[in-house]
Nanobody, 129 residues
Framework: QVHVVESGGGLVQPGGSLTLSCAASGFTLDNYAIGWFREAPGKEREGVAC???????????AYKDSVKGRFTISRDNAADTVYLHMSGLQPEDTDLYYCAARRQSGSICFLAWWRYDVWGRGTQVTVSS
């Protein structure tokens, strides 16, 4: 069965950092673009960051404006894992975070959640003092 598994969420104080992991299960990540998304109860799921397929060395990433300079997405294909390093976390970053995979090639990736078809169950990030 093909899916992804998120981990690394937790409770952190404002200004703190967390690194989320997205591990592939049942497939290899090399040919997949990966996106990170977040969703709060009653709100629409939004794209946070994405990275193109391949080894990521072509710089194919994209970020939601509000996380630029604070979040960094990276991938380790040997480990079939994509990471989201989050720093300068604020209470408004509190959400359930999901990663998703989309089989594609090319130098761009998408922050639109409907373009992805392999999803995990999410990991909760709570920013609070």
């Amino acid at each position: 069965q093909v899916h992804v598994v998120e981990s690394g969420g937790g409770l952190v104080q404002p200004g703190g950092s967390l690194t989320l992991s997205c591990a592939a299960s049942g497939f290899t990540l090399d040919n997949y673009a990966i996106g990170w998304f977040r969703e709060a109860p009653g709100k629409e799921r939004e794209g946070v960051a994405c990275i193109t397929s391949g080894d990521g060395s072509d710089g194919g990433t994209a970020y939601k404006d509000s996380v630029k300079g604070r979040f960094t997405i990276s991938r380790d294909n040997a480990a079939d894992t994509v990471y989201l390093h989050m720093s300068g976390l604020q209470p408004e970053d509190t959400d359930l975070y999901y990663c998703a995979a989309r089989r594609q090639s090319g130098s761009i990736c998408f922050l639109a959640w409907w373009r992805y078809d392999v999803w995990g169950r999410g990991t909760q990030v709570t920013v609070s003092s």
